[in-house]
């Protein structure tokens, strides 16, 4: 059939190329097991490029501008995707790319197809769904009969006692700040975010161990599997579920897309295709401990309220207006608030 010559193909010139560079998170997991896999599928090499997405644009656009082309494919959040990659042309269409039967039939994917979040429906494929709650609190110091609304954050008691992941940063602090404020509005944020003096952090760990030990009980940008974690070591963490605020959704770092003028087009069409399939995306998955888009990826490893349950309605962080225009107003917003321009 016409797919597999063209795989064929695409594989014995990947063999060739030798490689493929695969620009990701510094996830160490990530960066054992996906090159491991693959590599032991296809005897490609995975040159693996760790590193925060605002330090690989930065070096992207340097490159360019010097005429080198060094990255093939590229896994990141909705932030970097769609204000720097996508903004500035730097991808090429992955849609036509795609040709293995698995990751092509709609049947394989929760949404009935493959779900592409740019205007076009081409450029930049969602392999993860995740639910997360907005935040999590220490039962030893707050009760959940004391969290019924998210307006109950707001009284002076919880003054000073609130982590939150830092709002100006462009990841998982943007995201919940521009889903408090589509949901409630600037006078809460003002009340929430300046009024009651939260601490802010661009540390998750950090602000896991404050959880965890009661220094702030209440905390806005602690991670589900971490929470799963002390959990399980039997800390007294649980999720705030105020019946007014939806669950968030995000797709991580689990945007998947193509560089254009990509040095190892062959290798970087291999990589993609294994990715969005079964077998990349559970390694990707398992590495992340996010929930997939696909409906063959096993989920049993997963703590169970972050897979997307269906009849519950949640605010979906990764939607595209949203990021374009809300979640950057609302960190303009923040910065004028918390007076960081």
């Not at 070096?59 to 959040?77: C, K, M, N, P």
């Not at 600037?186 to 009024?195: I, M």
């Not at 990589?271 to 995306?281: D, S």
């Amino acid at each position: 059939t016409g797919w597999e010559q063209k795989w064929d193909q695409w594989v014995s010139a990947a063999k060739k190329e030798g490689k493929v560079v695969f620009a990701a998170a510094p996830d160490p997991l990530m960066r054992k097991h996906i090159p491991e896999r693959f590599t032991a599928r296809f005897g490609i090499k995975v040159e693996y490029l760790a590193g925060r997405s605002n330090e690989m644009t930065a070096r992207l656009r340097l490159e360019r501008q010097a005429g080198i082309y060094s990255v093939d494919v590229v896994t990141a959040g909705v932030q970097t995707m769609a204000t720097s990659l996508y903004a500035a042309k730097m991808l090429d269409p992955l849609k036509p790319l795609l040709i293995l039967p698995e990751v092509v039939d709609g049947s394989k994917w929760k949404r009935g197809q493959p779900w592409f979040i740019d205007p076009e429906a081409q450029y930049i494929l969602r392999l993860f769904n995740t639910a997360s709650s907005l935040f999590f609190m220490n039962t030893r110091f707050v009760q959940p009969g004391e969290m019924k609304s998210i307006k109950n954050l707001l009284e002076p008691k919880w003054q000073g006692k609130i982590s939150v992941f830092d709002p100006t940063d462009a990841g998982t602090g943007s995201n919940t700040a521009a889903a408090l404020y589509v949901q409630f509005g600037e006078p809460f944020l003002k009340a929430l975010f300046v009024d009651q003096k939260p601490v802010f952090s661009r540390d998750k760990r950090q602000m896991e161990d404050w959880l965890a030990r009661g220094t702030y009980p209440i905390s806005f940008g602690a991670r589900s599997e971490e929470v799963d974690r002390l959990q399980r070591e039997g800390f007294p963490i649980v999720k705030a579920a105020p019946a007014d605020a939806m669950d968030m959704l995000t797709g991580a770092s689990g945007l998947l897309a193509i560089i254009n003028r990509a040095p190892h087009p062959n290798a970087a069409r291999v990589f993609l295709n294994w990715l969005a399939a079964k077998e990349g995306a559970e390694v990707f998955s398992r590495a992340q401990l996010h929930a997939t888009t696909r409906t063959d990826v096993d989920e049993s490893f997963l703590p169970s309220d972050i897979v997307p349950q269906r009849g519950i309605k949640y605010f979906d962080s990764y939607d595209w207006e949203f990021t374009l225009s809300t979640k950057e107003k609302v960190r303009k917003l923040l910065g004028k608030l918390l007076k960081r321009q």
